[in-house]
């Protein structure tokens, strides 16, 4: 079956402009998880869904960083008005159960923000 | 919340020959996870280790969780140019989240 996907893969955004990611879990995977991984830096978790519950987005930066899953699926993480620090590679996970079980990686979006 | 720090961050490794990377907690784990990430790439899954001084053995790469679970090794032989990548080691860090260390890289030299 298919992996995690993600779309789009590079994206390009002018400072102030708002950007949405998109994440698509590997088929019937309960949680799903986003991290942003900095240059040469280990994966930073942002926030944690459960099905559609959002159960923790501690780990989200800033307000203008919003995430959802509505129908449990396919997730999308919103970021507005983009600042420079905001560039990195975005990536999402999903695991079938809970946080301490493999989670599959997807390949990940690239923002650069100008 | 938990953080986990590896050692070393960077290795270059003659082809053919034996490395060890390492990862050390200050508190004890209940699970710790590996991963390799490809230059380019996305964090693959290597294995996860439970249990109090547990090995675990994948072809040329040898996991070890420690006795007092604050601490894992991954050792891999007869290094190969695909072994090329960063492998990072991942603990629970609290609140359903993985925490992450920051990679060791790893460049081998033909």
């Known amino acids: 079956g298919a992996g995690v996907s993600q779309s789009p893969r590079y994206k390009v955004a002018k400072r102030g402009q708002d950007v949405a990611l998109r994440c698509d879990p590997i088929?019937?995977?309960?949680?799903l998880f986003w991290y942003q991984q900095a240059l040469g830096q280990g994966p930073e978790f942002l926030t944690y869904f459960q099905n559609e519950a959002q159960l923790d987005k501690s780990g989200l930066p800033s307000d203008r960083f919003f995430a959802e899953r509505p129908e449990g699926s396919v997730s999308t993480l919103k970021i507005q008005r983009t600042q420079q620090e905001d560039s990195a590679v975005y990536l999402c996970a999903s695991s079938a159960q809970g946080p301490g079980n493999t989670q599959y990686f997807g390949p990940g979006t690239r923002l650069t923000v100008l | 919340g938990q953080q986990v720090m590896q050692i070393p961050q960077y290795q270059h490794v003659q082809e053919g020959e034996d490395f060890t990377t390492y990862c050390n907690s200050s508190t004890t784990l209940s699970n710790i996870q590996w991963y390799k990430q490809r230059p380019g790439g996305h964090p693959v899954f290597l294995i996860q280790?439970?249990?109090?001084?547990e090995v675990k053995k994948q072809k040329r790469l040898t996991f070890q969780f420690g006795e007092a679970k604050k601490n894992s090794s991954l050792h891999i032989t007869a290094t190969q140019t695909t072994d090329v990548g960063t492998y990072f080691c991942a603990g629970p860090g609290g609140n359903n989240r993985l925490a992450f260390g920051k990679g060791n890289q790893v460049v081998v030299i033909p």
């Open positions: 088929s019937g995977h309960v949680s």
């Open positions: 280790l439970v249990k109090s001084g």
